[in-house]
């Protein structure tokens, strides 16, 4: 399969237009499209030893959730771990593609995949986008059976082996209705709220945000990282839909820049 059709089928699934305006998803280096790939290999985030990887694995292709190029360099002089992806992936013949906001917004994207992970019912869009259906902002969905709010705190920590959930001071005492969105979704707490949901997860919410709260909606933070790591199984879907027989690594290198102790 020629690298030209395998961006043919992640953007027949997430198309471009469904990115938000801030974001750069879409080819980030592309030297050989034309070329049938040697292999790919799916990641969260472009780093100089997923590139490293991927030439050792053999790999002509990475494709990453987060976009290398969120913000377009200046310069490239190997000034930062940016630049020097940029040169290793050239001097490599390494091309680059990413799927980020076109594919948290995409029917059946990211937050499909975490909704999933939970086992929501009756799912949809949390924030409709008017150009497909399905597409939008977050889901929001059912628990199939209500929930004691701290098993449930248990249950989202232990389905995103998160390192811990920060929570606010809830004052309800059961989960039915669960609003999500992946990476930094802080922006969907008043569409959270406006669903009736009993709680709201995503990857980060931040001190401030969690004040005002309490009588309102459960507030869970369960780490960036964590809320997107099964984006790679989606990434794998998708291109394994187009070709079951195109070789497909998973990197093996945690790119989660987040400790925890």
């Known amino acids: 399969m020629k690298i030209r059709e395998i961006i043919g089928a992640l953007e027949h699934f997430a198309p471009l237009s469904l990115q938000d305006s801030y974001d750069n998803a879409g080819l980030q280096i592309g030297l050989t499209v034309e070329a049938e790939s040697s292999g790919v290999l799916l990641c969260l985030d472009v780093t100089e030893e997923v590139i490293d990887e991927a030439k ?58 975490i909704a999933d992970k939970l086992a929501l019912k009756n799912i949809r869009p949390l924030c409709p986008k008017p150009e497909m259906e399905g597409a939008g902002s977050g889901i929001v969905g059912m628990l199939p059976e209500p929930m004691d709010r701290e098993d449930f705190i ?11 959930v920060r929570f606010n001071s809830w004052t309800g005492e059961t989960v039915s209705k669960v609003a999500v969105c992946g990476g930094a979704g802080a922006f969907l707490i008043p569409d959270a709220i406006s669903q009736q949901a009993d709680a709201f997860i995503t990857g980060e919410i931040g001190y401030h945000r969690f004040f005002g709260f309490d009588d309102t909606i459960q507030l869970m933070e369960i780490g960036h990282y964590e809320s997107e790591q099964y ?17 497909i690594e998973k990197t093996e290198i945690e790119t989660n820049p987040i400790n925890y102790l």
């Open 154 to 164: 248990v249950l989202v920590k232990e389905a995103f082996d998160a390192g811990s």
């Open 56 to 113: 050792e694995k053999g790999c002509d292709l990475i494709v990453s959730h987060h976009p290398l190029m969120f913000r377009p360099p200046k310069r490239i002089a190997g000034e930062d771990f940016v630049q020097r992806c940029i040169i290793k992936a050239i001097q490599n013949g390494v091309n680059i593609y990413s799927s980020h906001t076109n594919l948290d917004n995409a029917p059946g994207g990211v937050n499909y995949k």
């Open 231 to 247: 984006t790679i199984e989606l990434l794998e879907s998708i291109i394994r839909s187009a070709d079951p027989e195109i070789r």
